[in-house]
Structures are given as structure tokens and as C-alpha cells.
């Protein structure tokens, strides 16, 4: 099997753009689940990234786990992937906090073109402080990007 960490990362910017839709513009309608299953998709996608990264350069393994445990962003992301793909943290947190709470908050806008629905995610941490997932999710992207232009890595346009 052909690993390719550009797949991932196409891949991660998908889940990305279903996330910005469900934060700003669903239409008329939205869900009740849709917003916490775009930000567990993105932040799914997010982190796993890493290992593709891994299994294609394993040169960059230490230089990437590093990034991850520097950045606010990308380690709020593997807490809250692995808080949800473990049934909760066994270990020590990657951001130094458990999660806490994860609050959905629907809106309804009266527009002229009729009501627009979005949702926005909050993830609460046990330190007190509390990120909105799509904020959030955009600095993981840009995190992940300023760890590509380090490396010199060029991912190609799908």
C-alpha cells in the first residue's frame, strides 16, 4: 500500500472547509450532531496527519511530535481526538489540561435570504480557558503549514 501524506492533508483540509461551512453558513437547517461531528472529523484528520507524515519521512518523527507538543493548537488537537477515540485521556495530557466540557452553540440569523443556521463548538479545558473549535482548527492549519515550510515540504495540489 502507497502511503501519501498529501491524501492526509487534502483529506484534513476537507474536514476543514465542512467545518467552516457548519460555523458560518449550513443553509436553513442544521443538526444538532453536525457541528461536534465536523470538529471530531477536522480535529480526527488534524492529528493524524502526523503519523502519515511519520511513515513516509520517519527522519521527521522527533521533529514532528516536537511541533505538536509546542503548539497550543495542535496539542488541543491530539487531546481532543484522543479524549474521543480513547473514551477520555488515560495520560498526561499533550496540552498540559484534560478537556472539560465540549459546548455546541447554535445560531439562527434572520438574512435577506431567509434563516441561516450555524453552530460553533466550544472546548473547555480543566485550566479555565475555553477555544471556539473552528479558531482553533484554523491555527492548527496554519501550524501544520509553518511545520511543512520548515521542513521544505511542498505538498502538491490535489
Known sequence: MDFKAADKYHRMMRSYDNLRAVSTDTGNRISLSQAKEATED?????????????????HLKRAVEDHITNSTSLSLA?????????????????????????????????????????????????????????????ECIRDWDAFLQSQKITIPAP
Not at 42 to 58: A, R
Not at 103 to 108: A, D, E, N, S, V
Open 42 to 58: 477536522f480535529f480526527t484528520h488534524c492529528y493524524h496527519f502526523k503519523d502519515w507524515l511519520i511513515k513516509e519521512m520517519p
Open 78 to 138: 491530539a487531546d481532543y481526538c484522543n479524549t474521543f477515540k480513547h473514551a477520555g485521556l488515560d495520560k498526561t495530557p499533550r496540552s498540559g489540561h484534560h478537556l472539560d466540557a465540549v459546548l455546541q452553540h447554535t445560531r439562527l440569523d434572520l438574512t435577506p435570504r431567509g434563516f441561516v443556521a450555524s453552530a460553533q463548538v466550544e472546548i473547555k479545558t480543566t485550566s479555565g480557558k475555553s477555544y471556539r473549535a473552528f479558531y482553533l482548527a484554523t
